[in-house]
């Protein structure tokens, strides 16, 4: 599979862009500053697009080693929902 394979849907990046190919998430990778690029979230996001480059994987698999690597050190913020009843249900006859 060559680099100029796009994923199927494109990787927003913090500053605006977006990574529409193989080649375009690896040239990213390689402008990262030594200390974040020696990290290991992004060494695993350039194996995957090495393996998926050179043996022709799933497109997803780099995706997702891509946005894990953007996305490290981030807490999900959950908000507090409605909770759900799971009781059994109040008929109107039995009111």
Not at 37 to 62: D, N
Not at 66 to 80: H, K, Q, S, Y
């Amino acid at each position: 599979m060559p680099w100029s394979t796009s994923f199927e849907d494109p990787i927003p990046l913090p500053n605006g862009r977006q990574l529409l190919t193989l080649r375009d998430a690896a040239s990213y990778i390689m402008k990262l500053p030594k200390a974040e690029h020696s990290a290991p979230e992004w060494l695993a996001a350039m194996e995957a697009l090495i393996l998926v480059a050179g043996s022709g994987g799933p497109t997803m698999l780099a995706r997702i080693g891509v946005m894990r690597a953007l996305n490290r050190g981030r807490v999900p913020e959950f908000t507090e929902s409605k909770g759900h009843h799971w009781g059994r249900r109040k008929l109107k006859r039995d009111q």
